[in-house]
């Protein structure tokens, strides 16, 4: 369901597995639950959450005043957070800022609206990665429910593998939080961590294009 990518006193950070749930689903345990258990840790707190079909960083707080700082932090879009997501389509603009209201859909699913009353914020870069898919790099400056995917949907390229949003058939839906930055009691922390599921994900193209420019070398406007 994970792997530990750090361990400190006040806090872990784990990279969730796609298709892992938060919570509990009947006899299955969360995320939250599953780390707690394995690690011995007496309670954890989450300040953050990922999509079931999303992988990548979570940063769990070991107690309830590192996760008053850190839920402040990520209210206050302090935290600085990339993520990775593929597409077998191009996209109507190559780069840019996709922002707007979102309302809740059928299915479960989200749409963006032309309004910005309370509007979801993402800037993005993409890129060829390989011959039929294309790698973009998304800075979500707010964290509202679905907004990577919904827009990348807004870009005419859904991501690969979420058939909610209109994606081709895959073996995963390819979204990743790919890195996590925070500053926590005066010292700052940052963290990367490279997909390992999915046969698109795991090829070295995606490691040597992240190498050459990481994400947060890129000209952000």
Do not use: N
């Amino acid at each position: 369901m994970f792997d530990l990518v750090a361990e400190h006193g006040a806090f872990c950070v784990v990279s969730k597995h796609p298709g892992v749930s938060f919570h509990r689903q009947g006899d299955e345990p969360g995320l939250v639950e599953t780390v707690r258990d394995r690690l011995g840790m007496p309670a954890l707190w989450p300040v953050h959450r990922l999509d079931r079909v999303t992988s990548g960083l979570i940063v769990l707080a070991r107690s309830a005043q590192v996760a008053a700082e850190l839920s402040a932090a990520f209210a206050a879009h302090t935290v600085e957070k990339y993520y990775l997501a593929l597409s077998d389509r191009k996209p109507s603009r190559k780069q840019g800022r996709v922002r707007g209201d979102m309302e809740k859909g059928r299915g479960g699913a989200w749409r963006l609206l032309p309004t910005a009353l309370h509007p979801a914020d993402t800037r993005f870069f993409s890129t060829s990665l390989v011959p039929g898919r294309r790698l973009f790099v998304l800075r979500p400056a707010t964290g509202k429910t679905h907004q990577l995917r919904v827009a990348m949907k807004s870009l005419s390229a859904p991501i690969l593998g979420d058939a909610l949003y209109g994606g081709s058939l895959a073996d995963r839906a390819y979204l990743h939080a790919y890195s996590l930055g925070f500053t926590l009691q005066g010292q700052v922390w940052h963290f990367t961590d490279l997909p390992r599921q999915g046969e698109a994900f795991v090829l070295p193209e995606l490691a040597a294009r992240l190498a050459e420019a990481p994400p947060w070398s890129l000209p952000w406007p």
